[in-house]
């Protein structure tokens, strides 16, 4: 499966984005979908997932509450409502496809791109 994700840019703080992660191939609805981030200098951060009926989502402690994960199979979508960004959200945005339910990111085995997300403050 090939993923691309998009809809990053540049926010002002308390502002919201929409990320999309858009897949090809007809076996994107039995992987689960994960979003990670990363700022410079920092390690990678999972920040939420969605398991591959949509049934179960995850969030990394910083973003819950704020973050919304949800997927359109018949569109081969994963879409991450952003609210209420701060500028530590600042990061690269990737979005990768795998077969377990995971916040650890070895467990993914197809990833995309990446999306810059820049909050001003």
């Known amino acids: 499966v090939q993923l691309q994700a998009s809809g990053g840019g540049l926010v002002q703080a308390g502002g919201s984005l929409r990320l999309s992660c858009a897949a090809s191939?007809?076996?994107?609805?039995?992987?689960?979908i994960g979003w990670f981030r990363q700022a410079p200098g920092k390690e990678r951060e999972f920040v939420a997932a969605v398991s591959w009926s949509g049934g179960s989502t995850y969030y990394g402690h910083s973003v819950k509450g704020r973050f919304t994960i949800s997927r359109d199979n018949a569109k081969n979508t994963v879409y991450l409502q952003m609210n209420s960004l701060k500028p530590e959200d600042t990061a690269v945005y990737y979005c990768a496809a795998g077969s377990l339910d995971s916040d650890y990111g070895p467990a993914y085995d197809y990833w995309g791109q990446g999306t810059q997300v820049t909050v001003s403050s």
């Open positions: 191939g007809r076996t994107f609805s039995r992987y689960t």
